[in-house]
């Protein structure tokens, strides 16, 4: 994965390599801090002017048994000097700080790559723990590597003795031992780190000061011990200009759910419940009670969203955020929405599935759900975020669509987009276009299913003078909104339903290609695998193939240009992480002979897994 | 609650709606709706600001026949949607209609989490301890043994008591009507209507077509004196139509007893409707036909800050502490840096 750029130069008389980017992973048991290192080393460099890409590996239990393969916990991170679109296929360098997180992440590191183990935690315990017959630092079973062992749990409490934390806390600063040292290897600054120890630990002194110690113990290590002859520069990435912070999907999405009720001039209602991988979004927002935010953490998943469907009714920005099993809970209140028009969000952060399937790793096989998993016949709006920074203007968009349409709408994220994390361009809120919402006032005139030009019917809110109405599940009379049973009136309401949602498609802009408009493959892909497939599409073209791209992210509707598009292919490959569900859809609705590239391994593609494919379907070596 | 100084005056017949009303004849959801119209004009709120929320089953139609804002929902949500029209705008009057089915069985969930958060909610159950809608299946409130169309051979559930169940939640207003006791049921619900947190009101309705005269005890004239306690607060409880019996505690457990041969009213059992303590009205509640007199009124009455003042006070003190929310502020939190 990393690309060295000629030149290089000499400092305290090791030399600097320059690369074009990057891929570092940390593996450790889940007490070990591997995320918060991973955290700090992709603040660091995006703060550096870096542009970043991460993926952070969780375990499913929350405390396995420590030393064992399923405690292991990971973050990686991809940084570069040029924009980027994924955390990276291998890694460059693997910091593994036990042999369980060895023998589950070595398969991962490029032959050549470097390989920094904690040597202090290779016992023959931990070992066995790992089920390693042989000791792999022995066995020459790591040849391929540039091993690099390193006492890092006995350097770590030596250097934080004078802290006077106890032994159990001592050990603890480890991580940032080890984030020390790489921070050495690939030439970055401390600054960053350094700050965020103190306000962190600003309690704490004495916490603060062990950590300090222990992660400049680890850079010192770096620059005297003899053990590494290079380090590894990647500058600055040539990004458009703008004041830039690093951001997550959830904290995107919840960032955008703000946005947007200020935008509209509402309060936001935000109905959930506890969920991996989407409670950050309650995280986040449970904080920005000033923001007249309202979050609500219900009984179940089926109460959260029915207080979305009365906070809407009740006028509100009205949200939920769940991943596969709670939105399963939720498609009956979802169908109650569809037949009340009421507007609202889903956001489903999906998850590998089905069932309780794998909470903590990323999958795509959620789009039917969205699209078809209710009873009856109902249609409403999808979308997709198709990057972590992303899911922000994702959600601003599903509001305008949920108010301008009076419907609810689906917007549609992933594991890996919500803990993953890239460089945000920071917008001036000025900048953004407001969200135009219309109430009904005029009681001479007020029929609660009167649709506008747009097929939307008015939201008269409760609390309006003259506009007292009932609305419900049973269907409804057309223009009056009473109780209809009437055969005619059923298959009237229907088609005004779908007519509507089909409507939306005049607010998508067609849809771009990334490439010639015609060729031998059009790669599609929707949602968190943009990265992925855009960069397979480029790489594809630079080779002389021609490979176009299309990233959806209109889901439904599909953009209105999508289907002559398919047709100009000699070739359509659908890249998905499920079994083949846009493929269908596709399929269905243009006849086009459309094959599928899929994959549900909990994990995201990886470039050469859709360079692989693309060559295949061309049959080309 | 305080009335605006400038509410329309209303009548019973402007809170009807011009939707024609689909219960059997004879039900007893016919009662129930006509005293929910009487009372609305009297409970100080602007008919803007009400709202009926209900679920699925035979009450629930009564959204429809009610000319305020409604929303008939899905089974046994109704608490729940209730909850999310109460956290978007708090100054709504929100009321909830449900049935035995709805609120104890598919809703029992949603009933009891709405009841310990104290939302600002009057929650009207139609017990009449039977599945009309589907036609006849025994319900959560049956008594075991009870032959439907689903038990054939009797119910082997054990029923739900829908006030216990509610005080075990810690309930802030709970009581007891039944639907042809018009006075008592107005009384109780403009009670109900008073209260700021969750009111929570057992109405016995017979269902004539299903489970015709299940509330018989307490509705037949010849014989519901000596069935029924009308609980007052601060007063002793007695009963019978001579006033003659009353309920007095006998370690942990209460009796029956006549007045007179050497019981005085003083021996009697208070009724205090406001003890922080639930104790007494949970022991209350298990009083039950035909051991007990039936105790009708209210059980419990207590003030404790409802779901939506704690949530907009949360919302205040935020807001006060660090302003209101700043967008672009909010945008630049954290790290950042330039790119030029
Ligand atoms: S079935 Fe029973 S409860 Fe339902 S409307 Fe008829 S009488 Fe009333």
Same mark, same amino acid.
């Given at each position: ?39 700090? +080393?992709?603040?660091? *460099? ?14 499913? =239990? ?45 398969? $991962? ?9 904690? /040597? ?39 250097? /934080? ?9 001592? =050990? ?106 989407? *409670?950050?979004?309650?995280? =986040? ?6 923001? $007249? ?83 009856? =016949? ?115 309401? /229907? ?52 490979? *176009? ?19 100009? +292919? ?21 006849? /086009? ?29 | ?8 005056? #209303? ?42 929320? %209900?679920?699925?089953?035979?009450? @629930?139609? !009564? ?9 008939? @929902? ?64 025994? %319900?959560?409130?049956?008594? &075991? ?9 009797? @119910? ?58 299940? !509330? ?12 029924? &306690? ?37 021996? &009697? ?13 949970? &022991? ?19 003030? @404790? ?5 704690? #949530? ?29």
């Amino acid at each position: 994965m990393s690309t060295a750029t000629a030149g290089g130069q000499k400092r305290n008389g090791k030399s600097v390599r320059e690369l074009d980017s990057a891929a570092v992973r940390f593996v450790g048991d889940s007490g070990d801090g591997m995320q918060l290192a991973g955290t700090q +080393f992709t603040n660091t *460099s995006a703060v550096f002017g870096n542009d970043v890409s991460t993926l952070p590996d969780f375990p499913a =239990e929350i405390r396995a048994p420590a030393g064992t393969i399923a405690g292991v916990s990971g973050f990686q991170i991809n940084f570069s000097n040029h924009d980027i679109h994924t955390p990276g296929d291998k890694v460059d360098a693997l910091i593994a700080m036990n042999p369980a997180s060895l023998k589950a992440n070595v398969g $991962d590191l490029e032959d050549g790559g470097i390989l920094v183990v904690n /040597v202090d935690e290779f016992t023959k315990q931990n070992l066995a723990k790992a089920k390693y017959t042989n000791n792999p630092l022995e066995d020459g079973s790591l040849k391929n590597f540039r091993v690099f062992e390193v006492p890092i749990t006995r350097q770590t409490v030596d250097a /934080v003795k004078q802290a006077g934390v106890g032994a159990k806390d001592a =050990e603890r600063c480890k991580n940032f031992y080890a984030l020390g040292l790489i921070f050495w290897l690939y030439d970055r600054p401390l600054d960053v780190t350094l700050r965020w120890i103190n306000d962190k630990f600003s309690k704490k002194p004495e916490i603060a000061a062990a950590n300090t110690l222990a992660i400049q113990a680890g850079f010192n290590f770096g620059e005297t011990a003899e053990m590494f002859p290079v380090r590894y520069r990647v500058n600055r990435a040539k990004l458009d200009p703008g004041k830039y912070r690093n951001i997550t999907g959830n904290q995107a999405t919840a960032l955008g759910l703000i946005t947007a009720a200020r935008l509209a001039g509402k309060t936001l209602v935000y109905g959930t419940y506890p969920i991996t991988p989407a *409670s950050d979004i309650l995280h =986040e927002l449970s904080m920005r009670k000033n923001f $007249d935010v309202r979050t609500y953490q219900a009984e179940d998943e089926i109460a959260a969203f029915a207080a979305v469907v009365g906070a809407a009714y009740s006028g509100a920005l009205a949200v939920t955020a769940s991943s596969g099993p709670g939105i399963a809970l939720k498609q009956e209140g979802v169908g109650l929405a569809v037949m009340t028009e009421l507007p609202c969000l889903i956001v489903n952060v999906q998850r590998g599935g089905p069932s309780t399937g794998l909470p903590t790793k990323t999958e795509q096989a959620d789009l039917w759900q969205a699209i078809l998993g209710r009873n009856g =016949e109902c249609p409403l709006p999808v979308i997709a975020a198709q990057s972590p920074a992303d899911c922000f203007w994702t959600v601003i968009e599903a509001t305008r669509w949920a108010f301008k349409y009076m419907t609810p709408v689906f917007v549609l994220t992933d594991g890996f987009l919500a803990n993953g994390s890239e460089p945000w361009r920071i917008p001036a809120y000025a900048s953004i276009e407001k969200i135009t919402v219309r109430h009904a006032s005029d009681a001479a005139t007020f029929q609660p299913y009167l649709r506008d030009k747009n097929g939307a019917r008015p939201w008269a809110v409760p609390g309006t003078p003259g506009l007292e109405h009932r609305v419900g599940g049973l269907e409804k009379a057309d223009v009056t909104g009473n109780v209809s049973y009437d055969a005619d009136n059923h298959h009237k309401m /229907v088609g005004l339903r779908a007519q509507k949602v089909a409507n939306i498609v005049h607010e998508i802009p067609p849809q771009p290609i990334d490439g010639p408009d015609s060729g031998d493959v059009l790669l599609v892909s929707w949602g968190g695998t943009y990265g992925a497939v855009r960069t397979a599409g480029q790489r594809a073209r630079a080779k002389g193939r021609k490979v *176009s791209h299309v990233h959806l992210r209109h889901m439904n509707p599909f953009p209105a240009n999508l289907g002559e598009i398919v047709h100009r +292919f000699k070739h359509v490959l659908v890249c998905e992480l499920n079994m083949g569900q846009l493929l269908l859809l596709l399929r269905g609705r243009y006849a /086009v002979e459309a094959v599928g590239l899929n994959k549900v391994q909990g994990r995201p593609f990886m470039i050469r897994e859709i360079t692989a494919k693309i060559d295949e379907v061309l049959g080309a070596k | 609650m305080n009335a605006p100084a400038d509410l329309p005056t #209303l009548q019973p017949k402007d809170f009807k709606s011009d939707q024609e009303v689909r219960w059997c004849p004879g039900c007893g959801d016919y009662s129930i709706l006509a005293q929910v119209q009487k009372i609305m004009p009297e409970i100080g709120v602007r008919r803007e600001n009400i709202v009926f929320v %209900s679920g699925i089953g035979c009450s @629930s139609r !009564f959204p429809y026949y009610m000319n305020t804002y409604g929303f008939h @929902s899905i089974h046994g949500r109704a608490p729940a949607i209730a909850t999310g029209v109460k956290i978007g705008n708090p100054e709504l009057d929100v009321w909830v209609v449900t049935g035995d089915g709805d609120g104890l069985s598919i809703g029992g969930n949603h009933l009891i989490h709405t009841i310990r958060r104290n939302v600002g909610l009057k929650i009207l159950l139609f017990d009449n301890r039977i599945y009309g809608l589907t036609k006849g299946q025994y %319900s959560p409130t049956s008594e &075991l043994g009870k032959k439907t169309k689903s038990t054939p051979f009797g @119910s082997i559930d054990h029923p739900i008591h829908p006030i216990s169940v509610a005080i075990g939640a810690e309930v802030t207003f709970v009581a007891r009507t039944v639907d042809v006791d018009v006075k008592h049921m107005q009384g109780v619900l403009k009670r109900a209507a008073e209260h700021k947190g969750t009111a929570f009101v057992q109405i016995y309705q017979d269902c004539n077509v299903y489970n015709h005269k299940a !509330f018989e005890f307490a509705t037949d004239r010849s014989v519901k004196d000596e069935h029924v &306690l009308y609980l007052e607060h601060g007063k002793p409880m007695i009963f019978g139509k001579n006033r003659d019996k009353g309920i007095r505690l006998n370690g942990t457990t209460p009796e029956v007893v006549e007045l007179g041969k050497g019981v005085s009213p003083d021996d &009697l059992l208070h009724h205090d409707e406001k003890c922080a303590e639930p104790t007494l009205a949970y &022991l209350l509640s298990r009083m039950r036909h035909p051991d007990f007199p039936e105790p009708m009124g209210v059980f419990r009455c207590v003030e @404790s800050p409802s779901y939506e003042d704690l #949530l907009m006070g949360q919302i205040r003190a935020a807001t006060a502490k660090l302003g209101p929310g700043d967008m672009d502020a909010l945008f630049n939190d954290g790290d950042t840096w330039n790119v030029d």
